[in-house]
């Protein structure tokens, strides 16, 4: 009893101590990547005691985004409007990082491990439906911005707000879509069981992951996705040029960097949710739990243990893969106009999320369901 | 679930509830609903109905309460003033309650003692059982309720498009520029 709760535990803060760590990976390489993109220098210039320069090591930035920013941070003034609600502007950005960390919770990051005689599932918990958690969690996401804006006081943050919130549900409604057609697809409400199924392939070579047969549901998880993470090209309720900075204009020092390590843990998180549904979460082709099985019928056989790792390692590259994607993305694409991007959600994403989830039906209903 | 953990959760259920009825602004009202919300989601997930826990949390917090947020901002609800100290208010709503605590402690009193731990079926609380409700055994009430959904819809969507001409024209009253409601004192 104790050490399965202590199994949970550490399963539990592997998860989140990952994920945070790659947020704040991601957000060295926004500004080391962006640089590249825009062929500029970018973040060079933090080095403790220019130690590495006298090894020779190139200054790629790190110290400025992981130490020296963080510190800059966390000891600025922490700053509350006059006439704010103290108490919901403290509790905002926590109310807006909370919903997306305890989502990894159900997130398979590898099938099963086996220590001895215990098989430890890697996840962190596993309720049945563990899909429709997902979409509840993504529902309460919308508070922590929403009453961010409302808190400050701040006209400029409360038109931000309003506009992450009319943002924010409009998208999750695509979303919504584009994971129940894929349960649909699959049968199953739960992650696990999604993954398992990916498992194996079509003519003796081809992985059956889930983008083969829900290739929409894909660009739609995808496209809203990027959208409830509220980035350029959906960055409305933050447009620097018309609302300073949208719901977090008024916050300062640490609160303002929960905002931004949202927005990052956000991106991760539906890379997370792509690969799973659609990229075989830790599923590695040709990999069995016995080992590997090659399309030509070469076999090389592993132990369990190197299975499982390789699951892991296999469903953290995917996911870097797709945070990747969404920053090229972010640094490639102009802004929406508002009436676009209520355009795109309404006119053309939630339909297409309503025709594809009609055809799923049929097919899954016409083929016979799993 | 465990009972002091059912006893927590409850606690905070009724400490929401609570804070929907005693907090003078609106929109800490909405949150302390909200969280009432959210507790009961909790709650149903641990007593073995997932999927009814899940769908409460999508569907009223993630939904509903969000439109009601909408609201509080867009009405420019400000701060309830002290209770309207109207006599006639007071008697009926004191008639009012007392039924209610009358009812409720009848109810309590009169309940059954627990006897035992009541073993659930296997399938309760499933999303095959929740369908075969919705779709088989309560087909009929459940196809009237969405007409009634859609036609209140299409009453929305009719409402605003026909005061579009009107809000364009109107004057604004008095105390409009006030976006957000204000605490006085603070």
């Avoid at chain 1, 009893?1 to 535990?9: C, E, K, R």
């Avoid at chain 1, 990952?18 to 991601?26: C, D, Q, T, W, Y």
């Avoid at chain 1, 409302?150 to 707000?161: D, V």
């Avoid at chain 1, 204009?249 to 949710?273: H, N, P, R």
Wanted: net charge neutral.
């Amino acid at each position: 009893m104790a050490i399965d709760l202590l199994i949970s535990a550490i399963k539990a803060i592997v998860v989140v101590l990952m994920v945070l760590n790659l947020s704040g990976l991601l957000l060295w390489f926004e500004r080391k990547g962006s640089a590249l993109i825009q062929d500029r220098i970018g973040a060079n210039r933090a080095a403790i005691f220019g130690v590495g320069r006298r090894l020779g090591l190139p200054n790629v930035g790190l110290m400025n985004t992981l130490l020296a920013d963080p510190i800059k941070l966390f000891t600025k003034e922490d700053f509350v409007p006059n006439g704010a609600d103290r108490f919901l502007h403290s509790l905002a950005p926590f109310l807006a990082l909370f919903p997306v960390l305890i989502t990894f919770a159900v997130v398979p990051i590898g099938d099963v491990l086996e220590i001895g005689t215990r098989r430890i599932n890697l996840e962190a918990a596993n309720p049945g439906v563990s899909a429709l958690y997902v979409m509840a969690t993504l529902g309460i996401g919308v508070y922590g911005v929403a009453l961010g804006g409302w808190a400050s006081n701040n006209r400029w943050a409360l038109l931000g707000g309003i506009r992450a919130t009319a943002q924010m549900i409009s998208y999750e409604l695509t979303i919504g879509l584009a994971i129940i057609a894929t349960v649909v697809a699959y049968g199953t409400l739960n992650l696990q069981q999604m993954c398992h199924l990916q498992g194996g392939v079509w003519f003796g070579w081809l992985p059956r992951w889930g983008i083969l047969i829900q290739p929409v549901s894909f660009i739609l998880l995808l496209t809203a996705g990027m959208a409830e993470s509220k980035r350029v090209p959906f960055d409305l309720p933050e447009g620097e040029s018309e609302l300073i900075a949208g719901y977090f204009t008024e916050y300062s020092g640490g609160k303002q960097a929960v905002f931004m390590m949202t927005d990052f843990a956000e991106i991760v998180l539906v890379s997370v949710l792509v690969t799973t549904f659609f990229f075989g979460g830790w599923q590695v082709p040709w990999l069995y739990p016995n080992g590997f099985h090659f399309p030509g019928g070469a076999h090389l056989g592993l132990p369990n243990i190197v299975v499982a790792i390789l699951g892991i390692i296999a469903f953290w590259l995917k996911t870097v893969f797709f945070c990747w994607i969404q920053i090229l993305i972010r640094w490639t694409l102009p802004r929406f106009r508002y009436d676009q991007l209520m355009r795109l959600g309404w006119k053309g994403l939630v339909p297409l999320g309503l025709a594809n989830l009609v055809v799923t039906a049929f097919v899954v209903v016409a083929v016979g369901a799993k | 679930m465990p009972l002091w953990l059912f006893i927590f959760l409850a606690v905070i259920a009724i400490c929401g509830a609570f804070g929907v009825i005693l907090q003078r602004n609106p929109v800490h009202c909405l949150l302390a609903l909200a969280l009432t919300l959210i507790d009961v989601g909790v709650l149903f997930v641990g007593l073995g109905a997932e999927t009814l826990g899940f769908l409460q949390i999508i569907i009223y917090v993630g939904a509903i309460m969000v439109l009601f947020l909408f609201v509080i901002w867009l009405l420019n609800l400000q701060i309830e003033p002290a209770p309207n100290a109207h006599l006639a208010l007071k008697f009926f709503g004191s008639i009012g309650a007392a039924a209610l605590a009358a009812e409720l402690s009848v109810f309590f009193f009169n309940a059954q003692p627990v006897s035992g731990v009541a073993t659930i079926p296997g399938t309760y609380g499933s999303v095959e059982s929740l369908a075969r409700m919705l779709f088989s055994d309560y087909l009929v009430a459940f196809e009237v309720t969405s007409i009634l959904l859609l036609a209140a819809v299409a009453g929305a969507i009719a409402l605003a498009r026909r005061m579009t001409g009107a809000a364009l024209t109107r004057t604004p009253v008095e105390g409009e520029g006030v976006v957000r409601a204000r605490e006085s004192g603070s």
